[in-house]
C-alpha cells in the first residue's frame, strides 16, 4: 500500500511542472483574453457583456473570414484525408511504384514554408481563386495523416483477412466490412486533426500573398485576427479569438461524439 501511494505520489510530481505550464501559458491567457471580450476597453474595462460578440458577428469581414475558413474545412479536408488513405492503402499493399515514392510523402513535413511558397508563386501566378490555399494546405498536411493512416492499416493483423476470404467474402466486403470498421478511429482523428490544422493556414497564405490584405477568398479568421491587433482592437481581436476557439472545440466535440456513437 505504500509503494502504491509512494509511487501516485511520483506520478503526481511528474506531472505538476506540465499542469503549471499548461495553466501559466494556457489557461490564464485564455481567462485573460475572455475578460477582454467582455469590456468596452482595455483603458475603461466597463463590462459590455455580448455586445462585442454581437458587433464581431454582425462585421462583413468577420463573415468572410468565417466562411472562407469553413470552405476550407468542407473542401480541403476531405479531398486531402480521400488522398491519405488511398496513399495509405497502396503503401500497406507495398504497391512498388508507390513505396518508391514514399519518402516523397515525408518532405511537406520538414522542407521549410517559404521554400515552397516560391515555387506556388511560380506555378499558380495567374490564378484568382483561392486553389493555391487548397493544394499548399493538402500538400502541407497530408504527409502526417498518411503516417497515421499506414500505421493504422499495418496494424491490422492478416489473419483476419483470411478468415473471412475462406468464408467467401470478396474484396469489397473485405475493405468495408473488415477495413475500414478497424481503422474508423485514426480516421477520425485524421479528419479531426486536419480541421484543426486548417485553422493554421495563416503563415502559409500570409507567405504567398505577402499582405495583410489578401484576396477575399482568401481571407481567414487568422487574418481577421492579426490585422486586429496590429489595429490593437483587442475586443475584437480577443472576442474573434473566442469565437473560433468556440467553434473548434465544438467541431471537436462533435467529431468525438460521432466516434462514440460509430464505436456502439
Known sequence: MKKHLKWNTKCKLCLLPSIIGTAVFFVVPYLRVLYYSLIDSQ??????WLDNYIETLQNKYFQLALKNSLLIILIAVPILIVLALII???????IKWVR????????PMVIPT????????????????????????????????IVLLTAAFTSIERSIFEAARLDGANSFILHTKITIQMIAPTVFFTVLLSIVNSFKIFKESYL??????????SYTLQYY????????????????????????????????????RYNR
Open 43 to 48: 483603458f475603461k474595462r466597463n463590462f459590455v
Open 225 to 260: 485576427m492579426n490585422n486586429n491587433f496590429l489595429k490593437l482592437d483587442y475586443q475584437s481581436l480577443a472576442t474573434s479569438a473566442v469565437l473560433t476557439s468556440i467553434l473548434v472545440f465544438g467541431i471537436v466535440m462533435a467529431g468525438m461524439a460521432i466516434q462514440r
Open 100 to 107: 518508391k515514392t514514399q519518402f516523397a510523402f515525408v518532405l
Open 114 to 145: 517559404a521554400s515552397i511558397v516560391l515555387i506556388w508563386r511560380g506555378v499558380f501566378a495567374d490564378s484568382t481563386t483561392a486553389l493555391p490555399m487548397y493544394l499548399l494546405f493538402i500538400w502541407k498536411n497530408i504527409g502526417i495523416c
Open 88 to 94: 495509405s492503402l497502396a503503401l500497406s499493399y507495398g
Open 208 to 217: 504567398y500573398y505577402a499582405t495583410n490584405y489578401p484576396p477575399d477568398h
